[in-house]
Nanobody, 117 residues
Framework: QVQLVESGGGLVQPGGSLRLSCAASGFTFRNYWLNWVRQAPGKGLEWVSVINSNGGVTYLQDSVKGRFAISRDNAKNSLYLQMNSLKPEDTALYYC??????????WGQGTQVTVSS
């Protein structure tokens, strides 16, 4: 069965960095676009970034451009999100999700990112 397992979250001070990982299994990883999506406390889902199947095309939400970078390693069936210059408003539960154009069919359980001094 399809599984997406996120890791790498934690508590970090403003201005700090974290690298999130998503380990995938149960499907042909290299054939799919993948996303990072987040949900802040008390708010709805917010798309953060997407990467195409071979990693050659990426898009980022405007609020994270210049601070976050999405990447993938198809040999390791893994997706990553490097987050630098973190802000308190980046605090959220971060999910990896399979699919594109907002049609996400599988999600992980999420990893919590908390940015606070």
């Amino acid at each position: 069965q399809v599984q997406l397992v996120e890791s790498g979250g934690g508590l970090v001070q403003p201005g700090g960095s974290l690298r999130l990982s998503c380990a995938a299994s149960g499907f042909t990883f290299r054939n799919y676009w993948l996303n990072w999506v987040r949900q802040a406390p008390g708010k709805g889902l917010e798309w953060v970034s997407v990467i195409n199947s071979n990693g050659g095309v990426t898009y980022l939400q405007d609020s994270v451009k210049g601070r976050f970078a999405i990447s993938r390693d198809n040999a390791k069936n893994s997706l990553y999100l490097q987050m630098n210059s973190l802000k308190p408003e980046d605090t959220a539960l971060y999910y990896c999700a399979r699919g594109n154009d907002g049609a996400w069919d599988y999600w992980g359980q999420g990893t919590q990112v908390t940015v606070s001094s």
